[in-house]
Antibody, heavy 118, light 108 residues
Framework: EVQLVQSGGGLVLPGGSLRLSCTAS????????MTWVRQTPGEGLEWVAN????????FYVNSVKGRFSISRDNTKNSLYLQMNSLRAEDTAVYYC???????????WGQGTKVIVSS | DIQVTQSPSTLSASVGDRVTITCRAS??????LAWYQQKPGKAPKLLIS???TLESGVPSRFSGSESGTDFTLTIGSLQPDDSATYYC??????????FGQGTRLEIK
């Protein structure tokens, strides 16, 4: 089965760090940008970050610039999101996505919940 | 950054109805617009890419169109399984994506 399998969420104190992982299963990470998207409780979807196939270009939503870092290891078929200096407003379900549709996300991870709270 | 305004925020319709959801982009996005369906507790599912390309396995009652910077998702004959939240997504540039606010579709 073709899927993206996520791990790494959880409860973290404000100011803390977490690393999310997303591993392709049943296929090879596409030769296309990969994406992280988040969804706050009861709210809509928010784009977080994109990374070029070779990792040479990375883009972020303004609210996470300087705190989050997207990366990928194509040899491990995996995508990552390092989240530092976490804030309460970063609390959300985080999804990885991609799929070779030139930006449209046709494969999604199952989502991982991040809760930033004291 | 490109803004996307989606309407309506909620919609109630009956089985068999024709339903339309609209997204307006703040500037030209060269047809780089996708539509997703999301059910509670699940990841979004891609329905349509590049304004009007129906994804494999998606029922043909779903269609997409554009007029300038206005984009429309149409469900031709509403079915009970179509109860969900729908999002548009502009991906004109890899440097910045935007999602619409979502439309919650309820079946009467």
């Amino acid at each position: 089965e073709v899927q993206l399998v996520q791990s790494g969420g959880g409860l973290v104190l404000p100011g803390g760090s977490l690393r999310l992982s997303c591993t392709a299963s049943g296929f090879t990470l596409p030769n296309d940008y990969m994406t992280w998207v988040r969804q706050t409780p009861g709210e809509g979807l928010e784009w977080v970050a994109n990374i070029k196939p070779d990792g040479s270009e990375k883009f972020y939503v303004n609210s996470v610039k300087g705190r989050f870092s997207i990366s990928r290891d194509n040899t491990k078929n995996s995508l990552y999101l390092q989240m530092n200096s976490l804030r309460a407003e970063d609390t959300a379900v985080y999804y990885c996505g991609g799929g070779g549709k030139l930006g449209a996300l046709d494969i999604w991870g199952q989502g991982t919940k991040v809760i930033v709270s004291s | 950054d490109i803004q996307v305004t989606q309407s309506p925020s909620t919609l109630s319709a009956s089985v068999g109805d024709r339903v339309t959801i609209t997204c307006r982009a703040s500037q030209n996005i060269n047809s780089w617009l996708a539509w997703y369906q999301q059910k509670p507790g699940k990841a979004p599912k891609l329905l349509i890419s590049k304004t009007s390309t129906l994804e494999s396995g998606v029922p043909s009652r779903f269609s997409g169109s554009e007029s300038g910077t206005d984009f429309t998702l149409t469900i031709g004959s509403l079915q009970p399984d179509d109860s969900a939240t729908y999002y548009c997504h502009q991906y004109n540039s890899y440097s910045s994506y935007t999602f619409g606010q979502g439309t919650r579709l309820e079946i009467k």
